[in-house]
């Protein structure tokens, strides 16, 4: 099975989906976010704009995951790595891979290592980090995403013109509890609600079996995506297959993508690569010895290698050597070295036998082999190296595919998942089922023989399906308890992928009352069932404590004597109950074999016979329903005596949770942060008005010079108003070179107002006189076909009845008044100076126009619609004839209807007797669908285990 993307952009996929907007709000459009360690993508689904990429104000599909702090102001993407090179104290990126770990977390060292510049400290009651920008500002990992997530949310909003504020956001797969917590309490700080953290491959899987649906079929077909990112690389097995399902009672067939596998390594990407590059550099030129500091001691030297270092490493993908050069490295100094794309394979030869190791794992996982992989998929920018391709290549044995775009895949598969999950659009359903890759188990202390033991429980096993609710139970604990919940057996991971995880702890909980809860119900009469308690797997992958509760059963013994409503809901359960009965008996009784007599004999017999043999039975069978009353009346009554009813009473049981690992903001911290980016997002916001009121005073007060330089405008303004408009124009320019490059926007925007009330007048002059020569030549013209039009009409009503007289003078009257109007206006202006108030405007001469063409349009209907005499008796003919053949046909006999019928066609007949079915075709590319077509909601895995414990 190959799907491909051929041909499709984004100009044949708006033809191939179709937005609907619903009148429940305005503000209907939703947005997805591919957040990559080095790049963000943002695509929108809005009415009328299904699936785009989000351009940023530099007009590119990507942008960088940058932020910057200078001065005060606060810069994003390509500004934010201009600063970079200059302070890269103040700038941070590759945020992501900092969420949700401590300060002693491997990933974290790593970090510090790679940019030691950063003052990074520990926050110990969150068990986190923080950078500290300053003696008063520190910023964490949450507050640096949540602001990059806004400036998506803000190129999302300006994209679809309208406010967007749910969003789907991918997330790398291998992604624990806390980094998955941390990720969500981010978009929230950026005033994005989430519909859903998607995992990363999972969206690329969406998108490219969106694309190749017409491909997916009732058998399974596997593809695995290699996807090597900046930061990390993985490999996943899917399978492609149409599944039916039944919805409210109807089946339906949807295609479904499953993730069977995957395999990861969180450390090698193309990150890795341009730092070993950047210390290649570095080391070159130190041993040049031009300058007695090292490049690796000053924080900008290395700042400026590490961007050269990415450079290169993208051009070599291409070309076989490449030179890298930076003026002024340091101490004026600057640099230059060719390097070639064997030398980069040299310096990171270790890390390209790491290349094949995520498909062999993801081939584990799933248990499937090479064999039966239809395509090996190429994602992510590290896959464009050549030696990356050329190690995959001889590992998996089979062409590689790149028919996928490695930029924009994930983001607009998670676009297609928003459209889904959000109130405003409806999909074509495409099933995704993501599953578990850090398996979850519950762990509990049990007291056997005077020894305490510990007890483990698989919860969410590895590779499980998700969304997902399970229960455990417990059903040997009298007393409140404590249990824990942790990461299951990860031997199957590499010892420093285990590290990186952080706290295999996930969390505690304690139940309380659970004592007095079973005395409660063993005092009613209840046997306990155990202690159940639920979890789910979320639609984001997080583990969620849903309810705690003791289960017990009891008998319930029906009372003989019943209220006044049950006796009334036997009685009618009996009268029809009886009924029912008495039908079928009739309907399945067979009378005697010596009743039946043929029919010839029936003459033999006399009529008194026959009475008195119907009295005879009637008389037994009135014997026998009363023998059969009783019987069931005793038999009723046996039951209610005997009969028992299993009640089921549950008790909710206290429970307390305690997460380990890296907290999430709360509090009085959580208010803190919303302040702070709050602060941000104002200074941003005036910041930004008060540019554009700048400019556009600057642009206002150039152009007017211009203008009043040409005679143009010099013609349509007094001596005074030339003056005055130029004294006005020379102030505002000297203010702003002076005084005014630190004026508020308020400022700016009044003075705008006071120089456009000084050329308002003078500019409508202008445009009045450009218009104006072409509304007088559609009058005229229109003048000159109504002259026309008025002789028709009048020589149609001396003819027919179609037009009265009183119609054509009528036309004749406003026809002459236009003339008149418009020669008015040919005299005035033939004589009238263009620098005086003007008196005839370009709008009333077009309201004088529409009189005139309305009074034409009145007559052009009448005539269309009107229809001769003659012709209409004719019509009133056939419409009697026809009624006289429909009245014929009525009275046809039944027999006649009976013969017709035979005679008729076979296929004809079937449409008579078989109902009428609806059948639409369904569209094998991806729609969006009416609100009134919406699929069921989306399927989800909603499996529950119970487990006695």
């Known amino acids: 099975m190959g799907f491909s993307q051929r041909g499709i952009s984004m100009a044949s996929l708006s033809l191939l989906l179709i937005a609907t907007f619903i009148g429940i709000s305005e503000e209907i459009a939703v947005m997805s976010i591919d957040l990559g360690s080095e790049w963000m993508k943002v695509a929108i689904v809005s009415p009328g704009v299904p699936m785009e990429i989000a351009l940023n104000k530099e007009s590119k599909r990507k942008t960088p995951v940058v932020i910057a702090f200078r001065d005060g102001e606060r810069s994003f993407g390509e500004d934010a ?75 999302a909003e300006a994209s679809a013109h309208q406010k967007i504020n749910e969003a789907v956001i991918t997330v790398p797969g ?44 009732d058998s399974a077909h596997y593809i695995m995506f290699y996807d090597m990112g900046a930061s990390s690389t993985t490999a996943t097995v899917v399978s492609y297959q149409n599944v039916k399902t039944k919805e409210r009672g109807f089946l339906e067939t949807n295609p479904h993508v499953t993730v069977l596998g995957v395999g990861y390594d969180r450390t090698l990407g193309g990150l890795e690569m341009q730092i070993r590059l950047q210390h290649y550099l570095a080391q070159e030129f130190d041993a040049l010895k031009k300058t007695p500091n090292s490049v690796f001691k000053s924080p900008r030297a290395m700042a400026k290698l590490f961007k050269e270092a990415g450079r290169v490493k993208t051009v070599l993908s291409a070309n076989a050597d490449h030179f890298a050069q930076i003026e002024s490295l340091i101490d004026d100094i600057d640099f230059k070295l060719q390097v070639s794309r064997e030398k980069l394979e040299e310096i990171c030869a270790d890390l390209f036998k790491r290349v094949a190791n995520p498909v062999k794992i993801a081939l584990e996982t799933s248990g499937l082999s090479m064999d039966i992989i239809s395509h090996v998929v190429l994602v992510g920018a590290g896959t464009r190296m050549p030696k990356v391709q050329e190690t995959l290549s001889q590992y998996v044995k089979t062409e590689l ?103 295999l702890h996930i969390s505690t909980v304690s139940l309380n009352g659970v004592a007095e809860a079973l005395e409660k119900h063993a005092n009613e009469g209840g046997e306990s069932k155990g202690i159940k308690v639920h979890f789910n797997i979320d639609e984001s992958g997080v583990l969620n404590l849903l309810t705690v509760e003791l289960v017990s059963e009891k008998s319930s013994i029906v009372d003989e004597e019943e209220g006044t409503f049950s006796i009334l809901g036997s009685t009618i359960s009996k009268f029809f109950a009886g009924s029912l009965e008495k039908e079928t008996e009739e309907k399945t009784e067979e009378p005697p074999k010596e009743d039946i007599k043929p029919v010839h004999e029936e003459s033999e017999f006399s009529e008194q016979t026959k009475e008195a ?17 009783k019987a069931s009346n005793k038999t009723e009554k046996a039951e209610k005596e005997k009969k028992a009813t299993i009640v089921q009473i549950k008790e909710p049981i206290s429970s307390k949770e305690i997460k380990f690992g890296s907290q999430i903001l709360s509090g009085e911290k959580l208010v803190e942060s919303q302040e702070k980016i709050h602060r941000l997002d104002v200074h941003d916001s005036e910041k930004t008005r008060r540019e554009t009121a700048l400019n556009n005073l600057e642009s206002y007060v150039i152009d007017a010079q211009q203008n009043f330089d040409s005679n143009e405008f010099s013609d349509a303004a007094t001596e005074k108003e030339i003056e005055d408009i130029r004294k006005a124009c020379a102030d505002i320019s000297e203010w702003l070179y002076e005084d005014g490059f630190t004026a508020t926007a308020e400022v700016y925007e009044e003075k705008l107002m006071e120089l456009k009330k000084l050329t308002n007048d ?36 001396l003819t027919t009845e179609v037009i009265t007289p009183v119609e054509v003078e009528t036309l004749e009257k406003v026809l002459n008044e236009t003339q008149d109007y418009h020669e008015t206006i040919k005299k005035y202006f033939a004589n009238a100076p263009l620098n005086i108030p003007v008196k005839y405007k370009v709008r009333h001469i077009a309201n004088k126009m529409e009189l005139l063409d309305r009074e034409i349009k009145y007559l052009l209907n009448k005539v269309k619609i009107w229809k001769p005499k003659q012709e209409a008796a004719a019509n009133q003919t056939t419409d009697k004839a026809e009624r006289t053949i429909e009245e014929n046909e009525d009275s046809t006999t039944d027999s006649d209807k009976d013969k017709s019928a035979e005679e008729q066609p076979s296929d004809n007949l079937e449409k008579q007797e078989q109902p009428k079915l609806e059948t639409t075709d369904t569209p094998q590319d991806p729609v969006l669908l009416p609100e009134s077509e919406k699929p069921l909601t989306k399927e989800e895995v909603q499996e529950e285990t119970h487990q006695e414990l």
């Open 762 to 797: 003078v500019y409508e002059r202008v445009f009045e006189f450009r218009d104006r020569p072409e509304v007088l030549n559609g009058m005229v013209t229109l003048l000159q076909g109504s002259k026309l039009f008025l002789e028709n009409m009048r020589n149609l009503s």
């Open 81 to 155: 790595q201009v600063i970079g090179v200059r302070f890269p104290q103040n700038t941070f990126f590759y945020i992501l891979d900092l969420l949700g770990k401590p300060i002693d977390n491997p990933l974290v060292q790593l970090y510090r290592d790679r940019f030691p510049y950063y003052d990074i400290v520990a926050d110990d009651e969150r068990k986190t980090i923080a950078f500290r920008l300053n003696e008063n500002t520190t910023y964490t990992p949450e507050e640096l995403i949540a602001q990059i997530l806004h400036k998506g949310k803000e190129m």
């Open 174 to 217: 291998f992604f624990n509890q806390a980094e998955r917590r941390a990720l969500i309490q981010a978009a929230e700080l950026a005033g994005l609600k989430v519909l859903q953290l998607i995992n990363d491959y999972t969206a690329v899987a969406l998108n490219y079996g969106v694309f190749g649906r017409t491909e997916i079929n």
């Open 401 to 503: 595919s790149k028919n996928v775009n490695t930029d924009e895949a994930a983001a607009l598969g998670a676009a297609y998942k928003a459209a889904d999950l959000s109130q405003g659009f409806k999909v074509k359903k495409f099933v995704t089922k993501d599953a578990l890759l850090l398996p979850i188990q519950i762990t509990f202390d049990r007291t056997v023989d005077n020894k305490v033991r510990q007890v483990k429980k698989t919860l969410f096993g590895r590779m499980n399906p998700f969304p997902q609710k399970k229960i455990i139970t417990f059903n040997k604990n009298m007393n409140d308890f404590d249990f824990h919940v942790n990461y299951a057996e990860l031997d199957y991971l590499p010892a420093k992928e285990i590290n990186s995880i952080g706290d």
């Open 613 to 629: 043999e119907e009295k005879e039975k009637e008389k037994k069978k009135s014997e026998t329903k009363v023998n059969e009353d």
